[in-house]
């Protein structure tokens, strides 16, 4: 199973930028769905972005125009750049690889569907002035 890690988080000001790394070890990504979740204090963890082994991607109405997923097969990894932010991005940010459905079907997940693979330790992304 392919072991995900997060990093690029910290403290970001409103309408300032962050970019989120996931990188794997001991396998690749290649054949999976990839996705970030968030998880603020007392919510439930929810898909934010998500992106095919193809490239399409699919994101929430939360935060399209804002945020963008991505990935290098080469390097094994995916990249959440996240532009615009807001107070109500603040939360822990997870990575995770799915199999065998799509980038939409992915992000409606819910953090305990069986098709989700693996998730990385999450990272906190704190957005204040």
């Known amino acids: 199973q392919v072991h995900l890690v997060e990093s690029g988080g910290g403290l970001v000001q409103p309408g300032g930028s962050l970019r989120l790394p996931c990188e794997t070890s001991g396998g690749t990504l290649d054949g999976y769905t990839m996705g970030w979740f968030r998880q603020a204090p007392g919510n439930e963890r929810e898909g934010v972005s998500c992106i095919e082994s193809d490239g399409k991607t699919h994101s929430v109405d939360s935060v399209k125009g804002r945020f963008t997923i991505s990935r290098d097969t080469a390097k094994n990894a995916v990249y959440l750049q996240m532009d615009n932010m807001k107070p109500e991005d603040t939360g822990v940010y997870y990575c995770?690889?799915?199999?065998?459905?799509?980038?939409?079907?992915?992000?409606?997940?819910?953090?305990?569907?069986?098709?989700?693979?693996?998730w990385g330790q999450g990272i906190q992304v704190t957005v204040s002035s």
């Open positions: 995770a690889a799915e199999s065998p459905f799509g980038a939409q079907a992915m992000c409606a997940m819910s953090s305990a569907s069986p098709f989700v693979k693996s």
